[in-house]
């Protein structure tokens, strides 16, 4: 019986420890969603982005074929104030960067590409002094 009692207590602990450490955990598909409604004016969906640096990761990056001709919108959401310190910026093929959302110190929330070469560009997630490295971004574009 008090072997019993004993691996209760012991499985309710470890249980606890469990939800506790699902309340911290980064909910990006929720950010990347709310961002989906905020691109600018006449630009269409294409793609959502999950930015969670949980885990000591330096940076998030992901890549998408740009069409020349076509201009770019990468927009971020975090949460608390504006982007938390999220930044991203924009590579091309040849891995120059090409666009930033940090500019002379200010994070701003999007970004926009007008794209003059067809090409694999490298969209990188950095956080420079993110207090919760989460987020989400979307991408849009315009003819």
Do not use: H, W
Not at 53 to 81: H, P, R, W
Not at 89 to 104: C, E, H, Q, W, Y
């Amino acid at each position: 019986m008090k072997r019993i009692i004993l691996s209760l207590f012991i499985f309710l602990l470890i249980g606890l420890g469990s939800v506790n450490k699902l309340v911290g955990q980064c909910n990006s598909d929720n950010f990347s969603n709310a961002c989906i409604p905020k691109l600018a004016g006449g630009f269409n969906f294409l793609k959502s982005y999950k930015i969670d640096g949980e885990g000591g990761k330096e940076k998030v990056e992901y890549s998408y074929v740009f069409t020349k001709g076509t201009q770019y919108m990468i927009n971020l959401c975090a949460d608390g104030q504006a982007t938390d310190g999220i930044v991203v910026s924009l590579f091309d093929s040849g891995r120059n960067k090409v666009a930033t959302s940090k500019i002379n110190g200010q994070f701003i929330s999007a970004i926009a590409y007008p794209c003059n070469a067809t090409g694999i560009y490298y969209i990188q997630y950095t956080f420079d002094g993110s207090t919760a490295k989460c987020g989400g971004s979307a991408l849009g574009f315009k003819r």
